[in-house]
């Protein structure tokens, strides 16, 4: 069965560090998106992507951050300079409209970010 | 702002009881979304429901969606300890943008 990918499993950063995250959404899907979830918490929407654009940010998803989706496969957050509150596990999606069920959407295993 | 409350917040239950998770809204969704999440690891889709007042079935797990399209229902009948994690609903506005997700229920079935 298809499914979403990410990599790496856990990261580790200094605090003002850059970092990218990576993801292989599923292959015929065209939406993706990033959310996080702080220890304990809500998982919050970051961005979602279609058409090689942002269709929508979230109030978190600030000039720190940014997404591309420099092939036909992969789709990266990057965070320019981490900050301590940055500390989460960061899950991408990816859905594609399906007549009856929406935009369902399948999320990825999460790579988890540790800022120090 | 659009929020999902799921009650109860926590669920510790013996094999073989049933329960109910609710989640509300006081804004409508084009669909809702049940996902299961295990520590350290990604929501997985359950199922999706799109209709006002549809009820879907998963084996032991049903799935209802009021009629408003605010607010669903998660049944577990004869619950097993592998039912155990936390069970999460999401709004979906229908416009291909971001998920709401809901509070969350943490449930626990012991033997």
């Known amino acids: 069965e298809p499914e979403v990918t990410q990599t790496p499993s856990h990261q580790v950063t200094q605090m003002g560090q850059e970092v990218i995250l990576r993801c292989v959404p599923i292959?015929?899907?065209?939406?993706f998106y990033w959310y996080r979830q702080i220890l304990g918490q809500k998982v919050e929407f970051l961005v979602s992507?279609?058409?090689?654009?942002?269709?929508?940010k979230s109030e978190i998803f600030d000039d720190q951050f940014s997404v591309e989706r420099p092939d036909g496969s992969n789709f990266t957050l990057k965070i320019r300079s981490t900050k301590l509150e940055d500390s989460a596990m960061y899950f991408c999606?990816?859905?594609?409209?399906?007549?009856?069920?929406?935009?369902?959407?399948?999320f990825g295993p999460g790579t988890r970010l540790t800022v120090t | 702002t659009q929020l999902l409350e799921q009650s109860p917040q926590f669920l510790s239950i013996q094999e073989g009881e049933n329960l109910t998770v609710y989640c509300n809204s006081s804004?409508?969704?084009?669909?809702l979304q049940w996902y299961r999440q295990e520590p350290g690891e990604g929501p997985v889709l359950l199922v999706t429901?799109?209709?006002?007042?549809e009820v879907k079935k998963l084996k032991r797990l049903t799935f209802q969606f009021g009629d408003a399209r605010k607010d669903s229902s998660l049944h577990i009948t004869a619950a097993q300890p592998g039912d155990t994690g936390l069970y999460l609903c999401?709004?979906?506005?229908?416009?291909?943008?971001?998920?709401?997700f809901g509070t969350g229920t943490r449930l626990q079935v012991t033997l």
């Open positions: 999606a990816s859905s594609l409209y399906v007549a009856g069920a929406g935009y369902e959407q399948y």
């Open positions: 292959s015929n899907h065209l939406y």
């Open positions: 992507f279609y058409n090689n654009e942002i269709s929508e």
């Open positions: 804004s409508v969704f084009s669909s």
């Open positions: 429901v799109v209709t006002g007042g």
């Open positions: 999401a709004g979906d506005p229908g416009t291909a943008s971001k998920l709401t």
